[in-house]
């Protein structure tokens, strides 16, 4: 896998374990390896019917049981979206970032950028 799960960014090489990405500063396989009850609490402050409403797949979790990647990754999404997609590392090939840029690489992960934004506003935002 070259792109970001969250993002979209191309990191040109796969990457792995550790790896961390300039875009939205998520580190692969930590910051997206959560449990039930963290999703709650930083995503949805502890309120148990936006977690539903967001995420019914985890109905039948555990608040101590890890959630599969694909739901940690779309909450991870929807914070940065949030915080209105801001490029963490900006180094000599980015000049300037816009919104533009980042509907982008959500495209090319296969999400809609403008779909996401009211889902986003739906989280608190860690």
Known sequence: MTACHICGWDF?????VGDICPC??????????????????RYCGNDK????NMAPE?????DEE?????????????AWIKKGC???YPNETITSWTIEDAKKQLASIHYKYDALVPLA??????
């Open 121 to 126: 506003n739906k989280i608190i935002s860690d």
């Open 49 to 52: 019917e936006k977690l539903h």
């Open 66 to 78: 890890y959630v599969a990647r694909d739901i940690t990754w779309r909450f991870i999404r929807l």
């Open 24 to 41: 939205c500063n998520s580190e692969y396989d930590f910051t997206d390896f959560l449990e039930k009850g963290e999703i709650l609490e």
């Open 58 to 62: 985890l109905d039948g979790y555990d």
């Open 86 to 88: 801001p490029f963490k």
């Open 12 to 16: 040109k090489h796969d990457y792995s």
